[in-house]
């Protein structure tokens, strides 16, 4: 069984070849065990060192006195560490077997490896970051881009913490306001503080609800959006990519059915991280590698958050065409009409039949392309203003929590309209709390740590 009196070391730099790599140890004995393995000119020993200051030595292995790497050691010693216990930082050269050596070495010596997420995880039980605050960490090691940064990077700051310390805060004095008054349960006090005590948990609800309203959107920025660019062979797909993404990383020729497979890529769009899938051209075939690839384009499109579908604009619509309109009907898609550099053949009339925003692109003169990331932007987030008010949510967990605190506190209000009694209300209220607990961690379960935990890398 792990205890969290161990004292654990990983790599915390990733794996392969880089100008430093470091190990780190956290824990009570992790002064003294790095202590052990470490020589420098003059004998200093890390026991008396400093906190915070660099120490320039040696990685020496106990066992045979061998020199294994030329180190920098950094201390920091409770509580004024990541993870308020003493952390010993060993800086060697990157190379894969330096770090691996000197991890091997530590654990030798009395440290035992660290699980996924272990420093961050003992970082939030010993107090220093709330519980979003940890899950932020992950989400800034994963973030694509500056925006999704920024977001994680506001709720590692506390921002979610302290609005939901907040709406916390007075749901509390809420309770106690409705209790002082099942004290004292004369009529005409009665009605007044019902009334009163309603209004302010409505307004506790709206709080609640703003904030799991603001995960629709915020998600993107931490969870990327999926856009699948479909149509049928040689209306210009591959191509489309490529511009995107300014680069050639597809194949294209002037033959139908050149793409075979998904081809996926990223592309920031104002911060949106977008993962942007190329698919091969639908039609019916009786070739089976192309129709490997068009089941895989159909399943594209299933699983997308939105989709540019495109038709030639140098060509009629064809029957191909219309059956693909047929396919994408009610979901979320623009109408992307192909080469439009060269003259128009197409008639629109059907394709804006079916509703959806249409518009013009050429990656020859490159017309289109700006409108089109536009629309991307614009397909889940219509209503995202960089300047927002307050904190947003980003993270499914604590949507649902937030979902539910919700709805214990409208049952409270009903309960409390309709007279039922007190005892009633406050199981609601009691649970509203509860819920707002699990996201910043005042209260969890071992199970929900080692799920949130483990979707860490090793080191962090
Ligand atoms: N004039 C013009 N030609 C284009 C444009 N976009 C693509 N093409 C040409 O159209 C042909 C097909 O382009 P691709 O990008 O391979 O088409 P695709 O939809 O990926 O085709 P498949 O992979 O076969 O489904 C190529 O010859 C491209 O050079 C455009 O905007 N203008
Ligand atoms: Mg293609």
New binding site residues.
């Given amino acids: 069984m792990h205890s969290i009196e161990d004292t654990i070391a990983a790599i915390s730099t990733p794996v392969g070849q880089g100008g430093i790599g470091i190990v780190r140890l956290t824990g009570p004995k992790a002064v003294s065990i790095a202590d052990s393995v470490f020589r420098c000119r003059g004998g200093k020993r890390l026991s008396s060192a400093p906190s915070r200051r660099a120490i320039y030595g040696q990685v020496v292995d106990p066992a045979d006195n061998r020199i294994v790497d030329e180190v920098l050691v950094l201390i920091m010693r409770a509580p004024n560490s990541y993870t308020r216990e003493d952390v010993v930082e060993i800086s060697s050269h990157g190379g894969p077997v330096s770090v691996r050596s000197i991890l091997e070495i530590v654990v030798r010596q009395g440290s035992r490896p660290a699980d996924p997420g272990e420093f961050t995880k003992r970082a939030f039980l010993n107090g220093r970051l709330s519980l979003d605050q940890a899950e932020a960490v992950l989400d800034i090691i994963s973030a694509k881009t500056s925006e999704s940064m920024r977001i994680a990077g506001e709720q590692l700051r506390g921002d979610l913490t302290r609005k939901l310390a907040d709406i916390r805060d007075r749901l509390i004095e809420i309770s106690a306001y409705v209790e002082a008054y099942l004290d004292f349960p004369e009529d005409e006090i009665e009605h007044a503080s019902n009334e009163t005590v309603r209004k302010r948990l409505m307004e506790a609800v709206t709080e609640v609800k703003r904030l799991s309203a603001s995960f629709e959107e915020a998600r993107f920025f931490r969870e990327g959006l999926a856009v699948a660019i479909v ?1 049928r ?8 990519l490529n511009t995107l993404l300014q680069k050639d990383r ?1 194949i ?8 075979r497979d998904l081809i996926e890529d990223f592309l920031n769009i104002s911060g949106l991280p977008v993962r942007i899938i ?1 698919t ?2 639908i039609r019916k075939s009786d070739e089976v590698i192309e129709q490997e690839g068009i089941r895989r384009s159909m399943q594209a499109i299933g699983h997308a958050d939105f989709i540019a579908a ?1 038709f030639d604009g ?1 060509e009629p619509l064809c029957q191909e065409d219309l059956d693909l309109l047929q396919i994408i009907r009610g979901k979320n898609a623009v109408a992307v009409i ?5 003259p128009r053949a197409v008639t629109l009339d059907r394709i804006a039949a079916e509703g959806m925003p249409l518009l013009r ?4 003169t490159g017309e289109g392309v700006e409108e089109l990331k536009k629309s991307i932007f614009a397909s889940h987030l219509c209503g995202w203003k960089e300047e927002r008010e307050g904190a947003v949510v980003t993270n499914v967990r604590h949507k649902t929590a937030l979902d539910k605190a919700a709805g214990s506190l409208e049952k409270a209000a009903l309960l409390l309209a309709q007279r039922e009694p007190l005892e009633l209300f406050s199981i609601e209220m009691r649970s509203a709390l509860d819920m707002i607990g699990e996201i910043t961690g005042t209260i969890t379960t071992d199970d929900i740590l080692d799920r949130i935990f483990s979707s860490f890398c090793i080191g962090k």
């Fill in positions: 149509g062979p040689n209306v210009g797909k591959s191509s489309l597809a294209v020729t002037d033959l139908p059915g050149t793409t190329d091969a051209g495109l140098s192909s080469k439009a550099d060269l692109l050429s990656t020859v």
